[in-house]
């Protein structure tokens, strides 16, 4: 059997509930090697501490656990392996106030321009408020998926690929290194500072902490600052990274005593604006993706996208004789 026929058959079947609002239903692999009576059973087990097994009741009434055949009713036998799909019931997102702008749409891809505060996938609290729904909806391509991923803060270009089947071609060109990506960035200005310059280091971010950290060993990190200018204490950075580790250019400026401006996590976690639900939106991370230039893998046609957004802290007004 070939490479790709075993990739097929490891591929889940089709999801029998259509998303809802951009958003994917939840997939359940029923695991082998348990014993329980129903699906129930297990789906108490599992979802019951996080929902109340009261609640996972009255889904199960009303159809919302959904199997290859349909519905999945409360006595409903536990069979190994089998596929349970169900919708989560979503609580309310305070809504982010900024549009996503599309920069390019064709047949294979869509490239955005992201605002600050917006996530790129569903995850933990972010989920109908993420750049992925919202294009989804918006544009009516509910296969729609993300070749990379922007940190929610962060604002700037955003590659989005148009069919599942060209996602790797387009993955490959971010793991690949080769796409040139240029940031924008806002943080204070050091005359003692030598640039250009270069940082290589070892980055970990590890699950459930809020900031990455830098630690002792082989560098997987690499980033090139560059300023482009200076006033009022302030400078405009240019950040090419070479590597693309979480947080991986908030770290680097942190790092060279640079913090960007308005950042909650560096140089020291801030607890109130960390919080989702008690950010500021006048007060964005001065952080923009500024460039993304590749050879399209599908066409060969050479892309060149540019951000269309400013960083408002470097248009304010600047001070006399600055």
């Known amino acids: 059997m070939s490479r790709a026929a075993r990739r097929a058959r490891r591929q889940p079947p089709p999801a029998p509930l259509p998303q809802r609002g951009g958003i994917d239903p ?18 108490v087990a599992r979802y019951g501490r996080a929902i109340g097994s009261t609640r996972v009741d009255a889904m199960l009434r009303e159809g919302r656990f959904h199997g290859l055949g349909g519905p999945v009713g409360p006595d409903a036998a536990y069979e190994p392996g089998a596929y349970v799909w169900f919708h989560r019931d979503l609580p309310p997102e305070r809504p982010v106030p900024f549009a996503v702008e599309v920069v390019h749409r064709d047949e294979t891809i869509v490239v955005v321009d992201k605002p600050h505060f917006l996530a790129t996938t569903p995850r933990g609290s972010h989920v109908t408020e993420t750049a992925l729904a919202r294009l989804r909806r918006d544009l009516d391509l509910p296969e729609l998926t993300p070749a990379h991923r922007l940190d929610r803060l962060t604002a700037g270009l955003l590659l989005l690929v148009v069919r599942p089947e060209d996602r790797g071609a387009y993955q490959a060109l971010f793991r690949d290194r080769r796409v040139r990506k240029e940031y924008e960035a806002v943080a204070p200005y050091d005359p003692a500072l030598e640039l250009p ?63 960007l401006l308005h950042d909650p996590l560096y140089p020291v976690v801030d607890p109130d604006r960390s919080d989702p639900e008690r950010e500021d939106f006048t007060r964005p991370l001065q952080l923009l993706a500024r ?7 599908r066409s060969g046609r050479p892309h060149r996208f540019r951000s269309g957004r400013s960083l408002g802290a470097w248009l304010r007004p600047r001070p006399p004789h600055s």
């Open 26 to 43: 939840v997939r359940v692999r029923l695991p082998q090697g348990e014993e329980w009576a129903t699906v129930r059973d297990y789906l």
């Open 291 to 297: 460039s993304l230039d590749f050879t399209d893998p």
């Open 197 to 259: 310059r270069t940082i290589r280091s070892r980055i970990v971010k590890e699950r459930g902490v809020l900031a990455a950290r830098e630690v002792p060993g082989e560098p997987n990190a690499e980033t090139r600052v560059e300023l482009l200018d200076h006033h009022g204490g302030l400078g405009r950075y240019r950040l090419l990274p070479a590597t693309g580790q979480t947080h991986q250019l908030r770290v680097h400026m942190n790092a060279l005593g640079l913090p």
